[in-house]
Every structure is written in C-alpha cells, then in structure tokens.
T-cell receptor
Framework: AQKVTQAQTEISVVEKEDVTLDCVYE???????LFWYKQPPSGELVFLIR??????QNEISGRYSWNFQKSTSSFNFTITASQVVDSAVYFC?????????????FGQGTRLTINP | DTAVSQTPKYLVTQMGNDKSIKCEQN?????MYWYKQDSKKFLKIMFS???????INETVPNRFSPKSPDKAHLNLHINSLELGDSAVYFC????????????FGSGTRLTVV
C-alpha cells in the first residue's frame, strides 16, 4: 500500500529564516505523481506543485523549491526567506491510479508557523 | 466562475439528523471525489465517481451515500449523523489523465452537536 510520511508535525521559525519540510513516500508503482498542497488558516487546499516520478529535476518557484530524490523516496519542500503569510499546514501527497481515478494518499501534514 | 463549488460552507446539525452536501464542477473533468479531513487535519479519500460510476469506495459507514446525477455533480448524503462525523469534507475533481492534478473545493465544515 502507498504511504506518505511527514515526520515533522510542527515547525516554528522566525521570519526570513529558511525552512525545509520533509516528505518520504512508499510506493510499488513505477509511475506516480507527488504533490504539495498548502492549507492556510482559511481552510482551503491550495495546490503548489505536481511532480512526475520520471522527472527528478529540482524545481524553483520564487521563494519555493522542491528537491525530489527517488533514491531516498523523498520529495522535500524548502521555503527561502520565510514570511508570516507562509504560516499554514502543508501536505505532501502521492497519487495512486485506481480504475480511472487518481487516489491521493496524503501525509499527516506539517504545521508551519512563521513568527514575526 | 468557481471551478469546484461546494455548498454549504458550514453545516451545524444535531445528532440523528440527515444532511446533504452538494458539489459541482465546471471544469469538464470526468472524475469527482469526496475527502474527509478529521480534527487532526488528516485527509483521507472516501469516494470517487468516474462519469457517474462509483469506482472508489473506501471503508466508510453506509450512512454515507454519494450520488452523482451527472459527471459535473457529486453530492454526499449522510444519514443518522453522529458526533464523530464532525469534520471538513472536501470535494475535488480531476481529468482522466494522471498527469493533471486535482482541483479541490473550498470545503464544508460539518459540526454535529
């Protein structure tokens, strides 16, 4: 069965610090997709990134960057120069194909607090 | 022009009542889902429909019954509500191909008192 582990339950840093959120996954599929979602205090789920298992290139989007390493089954997320608005719960997820649907298996989430 | 819309946003009801949550998507996606987020923020799939056909049915009490009148709508009906049903319920949709991601609705916070 597929599994996603976010070992860090809560992280608290001071504004402008860099912070890395860890994500480790387990799957037997050779083709899979990994996701990160942000859930701010308002409650909606905001899509951040999707990564194909065949694409191990790191990605950078502004202050956000993602490090995908198949060898260690990890898909870590780094926020550079954190800001108070980055405070949220962040979820890593793995897509499992099931009969024409994509079942997302989520990690437990990491609550990130950025203090001014 | 919201992509995936759920109603209501908040629902407070007494134990034993029956309630429904509605979901509509205007993205032309083939597949729709219901996820439950519990009080510890854990997100887990409940159901998935592909073009009105039920294809994923996780271990969910049969008090929960999804209904998909067409591929743009997936409603969730809950009978005999219990305190433990209190959660945030998210609707989502996705296209057929796996290389496209999900689009989530904004969630419905259900509180059973």
């Amino acid at each position: 069965a597929q599994k996603v582990t976010q070992a860090q339950t809560e992280i608290s840093v001071v504004e402008k610090e860099d912070v890395t959120l860890d994500c480790v996954y387990e799957t037997r599929d050779t083709t899979y997709y990994l996701f990160w979602y942000k859930q701010p205090p308002s409650g909606e789920l905001v899509f951040l990134i999707r990564r194909n298992s065949f694409d191990e290139q790191n990605e950078i989007s502004g202050r956000y960057s993602w490090n995908f390493q198949k060898s260690t089954s990890s898909f870590n997320f780094t926020i550079t120069a954190s800001q108070v608005v980055d405070s949220a719960v962040y979820f890593c997820a793995l897509s499992e194909a099931t009969q024409g649907a994509q079942k997302l298996v989520f990690g437990q989430g990491t609550r990130l607090t950025i203090n001014p | 022009d919201t992509a995936v819309s759920q109603t209501p946003k908040y629902l407070v009801t007494q134990m034993g009542n029956d309630k429904s949550i509605k979901c509509e998507q205007n993205l032309g996606h083939d597949t729709m889902y219901w996820y439950k987020q519990d009080s510890k923020k854990f997100l887990k799939i409940m159901f998935s429909y592909n073009n009105k056909e039920l294809i994923i049915n996780e271990t969910v009490p049969n008090r929960f019954s999804p209904k998909s009148p067409d591929k743009a709508h997936l409603n969730l009906h809950i009978n005999s509500l219990e305190l433990g049903d209190s959660a945030v319920y998210f609707c989502a949709s996705s296209p057929r191909h796996r290389d496209h991601g999900y689009t989530f609705g904004s969630g419905t916070r259900l509180t059973v008192v």
